[in-house]
């Protein structure tokens, strides 16, 4: 079975330094991957996802993500953080051939950011 | 502009009562999906719609019923029958039940009094 880890239940930053929120998943082939987030009472916006070809994807809101295989991962990272980018973030597996009721989430990282 | 609409947005209920969420999308997407969310959690998948008239139970399905009348609409009623209804509720759609990416409304959150 799938399954996803966001190892950090909480991360606090500073506005302006850089960021990296950690995903890692368990799948026993290369599967679609997302990250989205989700603004305190709202509901999720895709923020990218990987389905294949170059590992280093690009997302909204200056959001990029990298696939690494070796190390089953799907790393979020941003240069430099906005204080809106305070938010809960979720990490999200499919399989290739599956459906979008087969989603896995991660439990979830919060940032908070500090100004 | 096209999106999921969910329906109120805050809902309280007393215990014993059943409660009907709703969620409508004008995407024009041929599944739709009603998940759970807990603090400190990921979502959980309750209910699943590929087409019109047909649903599936999810992995959380007990104490949950939905309806699938209509393309665009796919509420969900909480029961009696749900033990810890207290939560966030979110309905999303995709395109059709071969594609992953789905797409999420603003969510409920239902609270029991």
């Known amino acids: 079975a799938q399954s996803v880890t966001q190892p950090d239940i909480h991360i606090t930053v500073s506005e302006g330094a850089s960021l990296e929120l950690r995903c890692n998943y368990s799948?026993?082939?290369?599967?679609?991957l997302f990250w989205y987030v989700q603004s305190p009472g709202q509901g999720l916006q895709l923020l990218l996802k990987y389905f294949s070809g170059d590992t280093l994807v690009q997302g909204i809101k200056g959001f990029e993500a990298e696939f690494k295989r070796s190390q089953s991962s799907f790393n979020l990272r941003k240069p430099s953080v906005h204080w809106s980018d305070a938010a809960e973030y979720f990490c999200a597996v499919a399989s290739p051939s599956g459906s979008a009721r087969q989603l896995t989430f991660g439990s979830g990282t919060q940032l908070t950011v500090l100004p | 502009d096209g999106g999921i609409t969910q329906s109120p947005k805050y809902l309280f209920r007393k215990e014993g009562q059943n409660v009907t969420l709703s969620c409508e999308q004008n995407?024009?997407?041929?599944?739709m999906y009603w998940y759970r969310q807990d603090p400190g959690q990921g979502l959980r998948l309750i209910y699943y719609s590929q087409i019109v008239n047909d649903f599936q139970k999810g992995d959380i399905a007990e104490g949950y019923s939905v309806s699938r009348e209509k393309k665009e609409s796919f509420p969900l009623t909480v029961t009696s029958a749900q033990k810890n209804p207290t939560a966030f509720y979110l309905c999303a759609s995709s395109i059709g039940d071969q594609t992953t990416e789905a797409f999420f409304g603003q969510g409920t959150r239902l609270t029991v009094v």
């Open positions: 799948y026993g082939a290369t599967p679609y």
């Open positions: 995407l024009n997407h041929d599944a």
